[in-house]
C-alpha cells in the first residue's frame, strides 16, 4: 500500500511478524479457552501499535482510516479477535483524539497513552436499552469536580484486561435517554463485577461478558460536547469501516489456505488444471471485491477528516447509508467467501487439525452480523431511504 505517512511500510511489517509469530500461533488456544490474546497485545504494545492514531503533535503518528484498515486485515489473518480487541481499541482512541483534542485533561492523557501504551476498551450496551446504543438509562452525576458514573452492560469487550473504558450515559440524572456523553474511567477508578459468562461461537478471544461497573473520577475526564456528535462523526465510521477491513482479512487468510491447496493439487499433477481452480478464481473475485468496498470508503473518510466541511458529509443521510450498506455488506458476505473456501480445502478445512483448518474463521466471520444487529440496520437504512433522494 502507498501511504502519505514514510514510516508506515516498516510499522506493517512489524504487525505482519506479530501476525505471524504471535497471534497466529496463539490463534486456536485463544479460541479454544476463550481467553483474552494476551501475547498479541504485549507485542502490539511493545512495537508501540497502540498509539499509531493519536495525533503527532502529542506524540503519535496520526494514522488516517486506511492504514488502521491494513493493519486490522492484516492482524485478522492471524487471530480474529486479536483484530477485534485492536480495532475496538481505535475506535475509542479516534473518539478522544477527534473530539477532546482541545481538552489540556485529554492532551496529557494521550502523551500518556503514547508513552505508555494503554488498551482502552468500551462500554456502550446497557441492560433495558435492548442493543440500542444512541439510548442510555444510566447517566453521570456531577459534584464538586468529579463524577460518578454506574452502569450494567449487557457487553464489555475486553473491560476486565483494559487500562481504560469510555462508557457512554446520559448527560445528566434529568437529560433525555438520547442526550449522551462519552466519559473515560481509567483503572484504578472503577470497580468491576461480572454478570454474565463470554461462552460463544466465535471472537472468543475478544472476552465480552456483561458487567457492573462503579466509577468515579475527575470531571476532566467526561469528552467535551455530545455523544450524538462522537457517534456520527467517528464511533460509527470507525466501527464500520475497520470491521469490515478485519472480517475481510479472516476472509481474504481463508482464500490463501484454499489457494494453497489449490497449488498443492496441481503439483501433484503438472501440467493440469485442478477442478478446484475454477472455484478459487471464483472466491478471488468476491474477496476483491469486499476489500474495494471497505478500501475506497476509508479514502473517502479520510479526505472527509481532511476536510473542514467534512464534519456535516459525516452526519449525513447519505453518508449514514454508506455506513449502514458497508457493515451489512461485509459482515454477510466475510463468511460467504469463508464456506467457498471450505468447498475448496473439503475435509481438510473442516478438520480442526489441519493447517488447511477453517474452522474458527467461519464461527468469527459470523460475529459480524450479530454486532449492531444487521435487521436494526437495515430497518434504520429503510427508513432514511423514504426521505434520501439521492440514490
Not at 122 to 138: D, K, V
Not at 204 to 233: C, H, M, Y
Not at 350 to 366: T, V
Not at 370 to 380: A, E, G, P, V, Y
Amino acid at each position: 500500500m502507498i501511504s502519505k505517512f514514510p514510516e508506515f511500510g516498516a510499522r506493517l511489517a512489524r504487525l505482519e511478524k506479530i501476525a505471524k509469530e504471535v497471534a497466529a500461533p496463539n490463534a486456536a488456544d485463544v479460541d479454544a479457552n476463550s481467553r483474552f490474546p494476551q501475547e498479541t497485545i504485549d507485542a502490539l504494545r511493545e512495537a508501540k501499535l497502540l498509539s499509531v492514531l493519536v495525533p503527532k503533535e502529542l506524540g503519535g503518528e496520526g494514522y488516517g482510516m486506511r492504514e488502521l484498515g491494513i493493519l486490522c486485515s492484516t492482524l485478522a489473518g492471524g487471530c480474529g479477535s486479536s483484530a477485534m480487541v485492536l480495532a475496538m481499541h481505535y475506535i475509542q482512541v479516534a473518539c478522544i483524539a477527534r473530539h477532546a483534542r482541545s481538552s489540556a485533561f485529554f492532551q496529557r492523557y494521550m502523551r500518556d497513552l503514547v508513552e505508555n501504551q494503554y488498551v482502552l476498551a468500551s462500554m456502550t450496551s446497557e441492560n433495558g436499552t435492548f442493543g440500542e446504543t444512541r439510548t442510555s438509562i444510566c447517566a453521570v452525576e456531577r459534584k464538586d469536580g468529579r463524577f460518578k458514573l454506574d452502569k450494567d452492560a449487557t457487553t464489555g469487550s475486553y473491560c476486565g484486561h483494559a487500562d481504560g473504558i469510555l462508557v457512554t450515559c446520559r448527560r445528566a440524572p434529568d437529560a433525555a435517554s438520547s442526550d449522551q456523553v462519552l466519559v473515560l474511567v481509567r483503572k484504578g477508578d472503577y470497580k468491576l463485577t461480572q454478570t454474565t459468562t463470554w461462552n460463544t461461537l466465535g471472537m472468543r478471544g475478544t472476552v465480552s461478558p456483561g458487567f457492573k461497573l462503579e466509577s468515579n473520577g475527575s470531571e476532566e475526564q467526561i469528552i467535551p460536547g455530545s455523544f450524538a456528535d462522537s457517534s456520527a462523526q467517528t464511533m460509527v465510521p470507525y466501527s464500520h469501516i475497520l470491521w469490515a477491513s478485519l472480517w475481510w482479512g479472516i476472509a481474504a487468510d481463508a482464500v490463501a489456505r484454499a489457494a494453497g491447496f489449490v497449488r498443492g493439487a496441481a503439483r501433484k499433477n503438472p501440467g493440469s488444471v485442478p477442478p478446484t481452480a475454477n472455484r478459487l478464481a471464483d472466491v478471488a473475485n468476491q474477496l476483491q471485491a469486499q476489500r474495494q468496498h471497505w478500501f475506497s470508503l476509508a479514502t473517502e473518510f479520510d479526505e472527509l477528516a481532511d476536510h473542514p466541511e467534512g464534519a456535516a458529509e459525516l452526519q449525513s443521510i447519505g453518508w449514514a447509508l454508506k455506513m449502514n450498506h458497508l457493515k451489512i455488506n461485509a459482515s454477510e458476505t466475510a463468511p460467504q467467501i469463508v464456506h467457498k473456501a471450505l468447498q475448496i480445502t473439503g475435509i481438510l478445512g473442516y478438520k480442526n487439525d489441519s493447517p488447511f483448518s477453517l474452522g474458527r474463521h467461519y464461527r468469527d466471520s459470523l460475529s459480524g452480523a450479530l454486532m449492531i444487529s444487521n435487521d436494526r440496520i437495515n430497518s434504520k437504512s429503510a427508513s432514511m431511504l423514504l426521505v434520501y433522494k439521492d440514490l
